[in-house]
């Protein structure tokens, strides 16, 4: 069998470099990688599992890895897991993704060097084959908010399709029959639900109400305002009555620029927010919204890391856990 040497010298490079390419391939050039990878199919070389194992650090440490703590919800959620660490005399790295699969991968090598113990993720890309690797090589990993309907994993969620369904409720409760989903269904499989959940509470509704998608590139103030000024340029009889936010920062801007193009919210469009962040309540108009348990989503992650960290410790109800959101009414809608 070929081993990690003959692999370094077909593709001239050192052993450490194919060490690299197998375990923190972000730190490897691209050229320098397919050099390698190409050797690797060549020889037909198979690691050994064993050598490559996780091997936790002894301190008491854990990776918390979130996707962007630019966003209220995940610091909240981080919060959530400091808190029980702390409780739990656990220590905490903490790492920022920004959205950024680069900068995800490099914050996952980072903490396997630090040799936590285990690490908590919000993934960035929910099907990245950096995560299957990790799990490969025996890292203990509980993914948060955020997980791939294929992955067998530890994972605590928000049911996003129960979140939708009571947003679009509340609007047709409330009379509305021409509603507006805002949001990106086709980049994020969490709004995608949420705007399922929506769309098949329509579905089933009685009378005639229309539920249109309105597009969105990202979750920021910024897209909200976009997309305000966007709404509020149309006639009155092309404009929806409500609209459901796929979070409450894209709410947020949404009422910001509505008020300033002159509309009235609720009397013009009511608007309906998802998260329930500490800004919802303090805006021009106090957002009606979704509330997700942000900190309970971080502590029941931190209970199920200690559980595979120390399997004699107290078990978890189970190894994927869904939590309920819950519908705050303010006065947007």
């Known amino acids: 069998m070929a081993t990690i040497r003959d692999v370094a010298r077909l593709a001239g490079v050192s052993s450490g470099t194919v060490s690299n390419v197998l375990n923190r391939p972000s730190y490897v050039r691209t050229d320098t990688r397919e050099r390698v990878l190409q050797a690797i199919a060549e020889l037909d070389f198979v690691p050994d599992q064993r050598s490559r194992q996780f091997r936790p650090g002894r301190a008491r440490t854990i990776g918390i890895a979130v996707a962007e703590l630019g966003n209220p919800f995940f610091v909240d959620v981080a919060l959530g897991a400091e808190a ?82 009571l947003g679009a409720r509340h609007l047709i409760a409330g009379g509305h029959r021409r509603i507006a989903f805002l949001g990106h269904p086709h ?109 309970l989503l971080g502590r029941t992650a931190v209970e199920m890391m200690m559980h595979l960290i120390d399997p004699a410790g107290p078990l978890p109800e189970a190894n994927h856990i869904v939590l309920a959101p819950e519908l705050v009414v303010r006065a947007s809608a």
């Open 187 to 295: 980049r994020s499989p969490k709004v995608r639900l949420r705007y399922a959940g929506a769309r098949e509470v329509v579905n089933r509704s009685d009378g005639d109400i229309t539920l249109e998608l309105v597009s969105a590139a990202s979750w920021t103030v910024d897209d909200g305002r976009r997309l305000g000024a966007a709404l509020a340029a149309r006639p009155r009889d092309k404009r929806p009555t409500a609209v459901l936010c796929a979070n409450d920062m894209l709410a947020l801007g949404l009422v910001q620029e509505l008020l300033g193009a002159g509309l009235r919210v609720p009397e013009d469009i009511a608007v309906v927010g998802y998260d329930d962040i500490a800004w919802a309540e303090l805006g021009a108009v106090p957002l009606t919204t979704i509330a997700q348990p942000r900190e």
């Open 84 to 165: 029980v660490c702390r409780e739990q005399d656990l220590g905490v790295v903490l790492c920022n993704s920004s959205y950024d699969p680069q900068l995800e991968s490099q914050n996952l090598d980072l903490l396997v060097q630090q040799r936590v113990q285990g690490i908590i993720i919000s993934p960035v890309d929910e099907k990245s084959s950096r995560l299957d690797m990790l799990k490969d090589r025996g890292v203990p990993m509980v993914f948060v908010d955020r997980v791939g309907d294929d992955r067998d994993v530890w994972s605590v969620v928000i049911d996003d399709r129960e979140g939708g369904r």
